[in-house]
């Protein structure tokens, strides 16, 4: 396989889809040296055969707001790959949502989910629909209108997905109430539910409790630890939250958090007590995080930038993709930071990782780092099926363990000449080479 060349004929076939050719560049670029070790690999077309997804949908949404007004969107479910298990992977509400992003999305949930050590194949899904300023009853009737049409290609052993961006709780569970209304089954279809009805004990902390996780393992390879570390981290939403309290938990000082519209720095760190303050203000009241600086008045609010200027130790974008670009990763290096870690899915630009990996700074890919919340997605298929719940310290071991785990295949595939650990490597060589030996056996399909 010539790596440039496969890229070039995607973005000839699929063109326009910026996100999914970035995507696909930093896995090719890494494997490649791997991949043309076997030649019957190449025999195959194993490489465009785990490039295209296996399918997609793609349909109209049609609901009704609150004022009788008929609003559309457009909804998608990429089923990209099942060779170790069914399709796997969230639904993302936002406006920015297109055919490109969510192939990226599915493209890296395949190598990630492969790296979990759970039989899970990749997919991914969703909307241009954006449940920011929305009733709870407009929420639902467009959660509903989606899983009138995605019922028809998911189940518990075909494609099962979950949240992501803009899908939490409130709307899994609405989504859920849709699919056992249309089918009158009740099943494991979507993971993320609440505890009540067949939900995991730590879904919702396992993200960013596995980028934390992740990112100790790091440290630790270096001798160092959390304990006394600034952290800054973007977001402030479901991955964040949990990112913060586990580095509270292990004795960091988290300085910063963002939303779309800018961020907080709050010099005298986010503490336990603050830090509910924004999960109620985000999760219950669904506010904006400048309304932080307003409840503590030592804090700073920076409308429309990102965090990565402020001086801190550690970084964690926990927003979304291309959120930290080669500018500010300079900026990071110059101001010490030693580590960077992503719970977020591709929030590094190709120019960011290169000044990280030049620096021979701690850099953690998503595929990584953020593996936890599919893992702990994968523990609740598995309780769902044994109709049984696990404890929430039973759970956070097994996140652990599966955190660990993928540290160690990281370092594996990972390790350079000079003992530094390129994670991008090690994570996308270790993610193919399963699915590709499952594919290799299951004939050419
Ligand atoms: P949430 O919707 O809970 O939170 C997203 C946060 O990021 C919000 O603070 C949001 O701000 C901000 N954000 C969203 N879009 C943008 C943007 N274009 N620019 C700046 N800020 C933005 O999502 P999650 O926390 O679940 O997801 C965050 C990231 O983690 C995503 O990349 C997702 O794919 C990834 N991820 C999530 C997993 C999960 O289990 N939830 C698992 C693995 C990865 P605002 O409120 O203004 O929109």
Redesign the pocket.
């Known amino acids: 396989m010539e790596a440039k060349k496969v890229l070039e004929d995607l973005k000839r076939r699929f063109p326009g889809e910026p996100e999914y050719h970035q995507a696909v560049e930093e896995v090719l670029s890494t494997i490649e040296e791997e991949y043309n070790k076997h030649p019957e690999f190449e025999k195959v077309n194993l490489i465009e055969r785990l490039c295209i997804p296996d399918r997609i949908y793609q349909f109209r949404v049609t609901w009704m707001d609150d004022n009788g007004n008929i609003q559309t969107n457009m909804g998608y479910r990429i089923q990209h790959n099942n060779a170790i298990g069914p399709y796997k992977g969230?639904i993302?509400f936002?406006r920015?949502v297109n055919l490109g992003i969510l192939k990226f999305?599915a493209f890296e949930q395949t190598f990630?989910n492969s790296l979990t050590t759970l039989p899970m194949g990749g997919g991914k899904g969703g909307s241009d629909f954006s449940p920011?300023g929305k009733s709870n009853a407009e929420v639902m009737r467009f959660c509903q209108a989606f899983m009138l049409e995605l019922t028809r290609h998911i189940g518990p052993d075909v494609d099962v997905p979950?949240?992501?961006?803009?899908?939490?709780g409130r709307e899994v569970g609405f989504m859920f109430g849709m699919y056992k209304k249309l089918t009158r089954e009740y099943s494991g279809v979507l993971t993320?539910k609440g505890l009540e009805f067949g939900g995991s004990l730590i879904?919702p902390e396992?993200?960013?409790y596995g980028t934390v996780y992740f990112l100790r393992a790091m440290l630790k390879t270096k001798g160092d630890s959390i304990e006394g570390k600034k952290v800054l981290i973007?977001?402030?939403?479901?991955?964040?939250?949990y990112a913060a309290e586990k580095v509270l938990q292990l004795g960091g000082t988290v300085m910063t958090?963002?939303?779309?519209?800018g961020y907080i720095y709050d010099p005298d760190g986010i503490d336990r007590a603050k830090l509910d303050y924004i999960m109620e203000l985000?999760n219950v009241y669904r506010g904006?995080?400048r309304e932080y600086a307003e409840q503590y008045p030592n804090a700073k609010y920076v409308e429309g930038a990102?965090p990565w200027g402020e001086k801190a130790d550690i970084a964690l974008p926990?927003?979304?993709?291309n959120?930290l670009n080669e500018e500010q990763a300079k900026t990071l290096v110059a101001n010490g930071c030693i580590a960077v870690a992503e719970?977020?899915?591709?929030?590094s630009t190709p120019g960011a990782i290169r000044v990280f990996q030049e620096a021979k700074i701690l850099y953690s890919p998503?595929k990584a780092s953020?593996?936890?919340?599919?893992s702990v997605?994968g523990l609740e298929m598995s309780q769902n099926s044994e109709r049984l719940s696990w404890s929430a310290e039973e759970v956070d071991a097994k996140l652990l363990w599966i955190m660990e785990n993928i540290h160690e295949n990281c370092v594996k595939y990972g390790t350079e000449p000079d003992g530094y650990v390129n994670y991008v490597k090690g994570a996308n060589v270790a993610g193919f080479m399963k699915v590709a030996k499952a594919m290799m056996a299951q004939g050419i399909v």
């Not at 719970?343 to 929030?347: E, K, L, Q």
Request: net charge positive; with cysteine.
């Open positions: 969230g993302r936002h920015s999305l990630k920011r979950a949240g992501d961006i803009g899908v939490g993320g879904r396992a993200t960013g973007s977001g402030a939403g479901n991955v964040a939250q958090m963002s939303d779309s519209d985000k904006r995080i990102k926990c927003a979304t993709q959120e719970g977020a899915n591709m929030p998503g953020n593996a936890g919340g599919v997605s």
